[in-house]
């Protein structure tokens, strides 16, 4: 099935340290999503990106919509340990939402 | 208000066999879509579902069946399952086709195939 690409794979970093991930597609998408999944739970939105170029903050989330709407990124700063998870990009389309590999998180306290 | 609900929360099945798994939308939300996600995999899409009526279905074979009642809710049904069905399904629902509003996923069922 399609998917993005999305990397890197895995991350393992101290507490404390900055966190940047990206995701990148052949396709264009109008609307760019990031979440976080848990173990034992379904994926919960973090943040919902509608317009090329723009730049949109959740706390100490930050995530852009590339120019071209075939690209996104994400950066987490100060990460603390409830950080820990898999952050998947995933691009809206028609019906659907076509999401990356996931990025898995891992912090040494 | 309750979230996304789906049930059972884990099911284990033989080869061959046929599993239904059910999902209640969030209330108001007419949509409800169902994705497939294998071990270390993003989530794929499969079917999605507005007012009764299939509005998108995903490269996954004719084993794969759905269907949305009046009350919004859906069952996934999968026929002749194979070991490779093992996976988490997940549910998401949404206020219209187009989740302008963001989709809200379950937690999911874990459907592991012997």
């Known amino acids: 099935g399609q998917q993005l690409n999305q990397s890197p794979q895995s991350m393992f970093i101290q507490e404390g340290e900055d966190v940047s991930m990206n995701c990148t597609s052949s396709s264009i998408f109008n609307t760019w999503l990031w979440y976080k999944q848990e173990p034992g739970e379904g994926p919960v939105l973090l943040i919902a990106l509608y317009k090329a170029g723009e730049l949109t903050s959740n706390g100490r989330l930050t995530a852009q919509f590339g120019i071209t709407r075939k690209d996104s990124f994400l950066n987490i700063s100060a990460s603390i340990p409830s950080d820990v998870g898999i952050y998947f990009c995933a691009g809206q389309g028609a019906q659907k939402l076509v999401f990356g590999q996931g990025t898995r998180l891992t912090i040494n306290p | 208000d309750a979230g996304v609900t789906q049930s059972p929360t884990h099911l284990i099945k033989t080869r061959g066999q046929q599993v239904t798994l059910r999902c209640s939308p969030i209330?108001?939300?007419?949509?409800v879509s169902w994705y497939q996600q294998v071990l270390g995999q993003g989530p794929q899409f499969i079917f999605q579902?507005?007012?009764?009526?299939?509005?998108g279905r995903g490269n996954f074979p004719d084993r794969f069946s759905a269907r949305q009642f009046p009350n919004y809710s859906s069952e996934l049904n999968v026929n002749a399952l194979l070991l490779g069905d093992s996976a988490l399904y997940l549910c998401a629902s949404s206020l219209a086709v187009v989740g302008s509003y963001g989709y809200t996923f379950g937690s999911g069922t874990r459907l592991t195939v012997v």
């Open positions: 579902y507005y007012e009764k009526e299939e509005r």
């Open positions: 209330s108001g939300h007419k949509s």
